[in-house]
């Protein structure tokens, strides 16, 4: 999908933005930005200040970049439902996972086209790829353990239940 792309001077950071970024963060999202082009477009009010997608306009500045692609939500910068998507646009990823099976799977054939890894924000994929082996063998079992555990007797059954 195609965006339209707006002037980067007329864009404002929030004031209230609560998420912050490294230089070397913003390093390589200029990176990816001017090897991969545009990924998603910078959100912006209705009053121009930006919703998600500050870094990538920090790393559109350092890229001498005039215009960039973005999309306008119905909401001036202030109100509940802009504050409410700014914060939510930067939480809601927290809470996902990565599956490294298909993850190193993805590796794997970027590795193969003699593609740069580093695009993808992972420095060295051989360390973020944790070791699959299992023990040789599963530890034992410490009766003694047992032995310190206070119990609970059942007055109908006489059954004991740790406490």
Known sequence: MDYPTIKITKL???PQNPRTHTDEQIQ????????????????????????????AWEAAERLGCEEVPYRMMAHKHDTPEALAYMVADNKLTDESTWNYSDLELVFE???LEHFDVTLTGFEDTETIIPDYELPDSEPEYDETI???VETIKCPECGHEFPK
């Open 12 to 14: 404002k950071p929030h």
């Open 28 to 55: 390589k999202i200029a990176r990816s930005i001017k090897e991969l082009g545009w990924g998603r477009p910078i959100i912006i009010s209705t009053d121009y200040y930006i919703l998600a997608g500050h870094g």
């Open 109 to 111: 054939d970027i590795k």
């Open 146 to 148: 047992a032995e310190d």
